[in-house]
T-cell receptor
Framework: DAGVIQSPRHEVTEMGQEVTLRCKPISGHDYLFWYRQTMMRGLELLIY????????DSGMPEDRFSAKMPNASFSTLKIQPSEPRDSAVYFC???????????FGPGTRLTVL | QKEVEQNSGPLSVPEGAIASLNCTYS??????FFWYRQYSGKSPELIMS????GDKEDGRFTAQLNKASQYVSLLIRDSQPSDSATYLCAVGRSGNTPLVFGKGTRLSVIA
């Protein structure tokens, strides 16, 4: 969990509700990644940012998903409206420009009923 | 489509034995290779990185890379029950392009 805070750690919501997941890198980084992990599909990249600019969002499942990074210390992933198939663990990861090693936050376990 | 393949396991080994985990990848342009360990309910934790063909040792862990065969492996010597986890192989190109992860191999070390 080096250098990344994620909140909430657990979220249970009902289908149709808006969900906002938060990521706060607390150490130096140039890159921020959002991943989703499920048993069936493993760890999937949703979107990543370089110096707060979105570089590739081709992994975002559909228009219901959006992500922002207003500054170097904060990023959000929003799902609106949420669906049961969005249930997964969502990870935020960071990396610096000098290496492509990624360090993961603790994750948010999302359950959509 | 870039793919990373791992045997899902579970791989069961007795305590003190060598555990061998394997990974193949499809992108010949891959330059960086990582092994992450993930305990149940936790986030992936980096344990090894390797960039050149051959072996790289770090304590009880040895990563092996063969780019010609597009094959990466992780050996864990003197396996301990605390090594029981899912091991994820990740592959990337240079310059901080996103890593592609395998689905992981579940290792169980039996005391």
């Amino acid at each position: 969990d080096a250098g990344v805070i994620q909140s909430p750690r657990h979220e249970v919501t009902e289908m149709g509700q808006e969900v906002t997941l938060r990521c706060k890198p607390i150490s130096g980084h140039d890159y921020l990644f959002w991943y989703r992990q499920t048993m069936m599909r493993g760890l999937e990249l949703l979107i990543y940012f370089n110096n707060n600019v979105p570089i590739d969002d081709s992994g975002m499942p559909e228009d219901r998903f959006s992500a922002k990074m207003p500054n170097a210390s904060f990023s959000t992933l929003k799902i609106q409206p949420s669906e049961p198939r969005d249930s997964a663990v969502y990870f935020c990861a960071i990396a610096t420009g000098s290496t492509d090693t990624q360090y993961f936050g603790p994750g948010t376990r999302l359950t959509v009923l | 489509q870039k793919e990373v393949e791992q045997n899902s396991g579970p791989l069961s080994v007795p305590e003190g034995a060598i555990a061998s985990l394997n990974c193949t990848y499809s992108d010949r342009g891959s330059q960086s290779f990582f092994w992450y360990r993930q305990y149940s309910g936790k986030s992936p934790e980096l344990i090894m990185s390797i960039y050149s063909n051959g072996d790289k040792e770090d304590g009880r862990f040895t990563a092996q890379l063969n780019k010609a065969s597009q094959y990466v492996s992780l050996l864990i010597r003197d396996s301990q029950p605390s090594d029981s986890a899912t091991y994820l192989c990740a592959v990337g190109r240079s310059g901080n392009t996103p890593l592609v992860f395998g689905k992981g191999t579940r290792l169980s070390v039996i005391a």
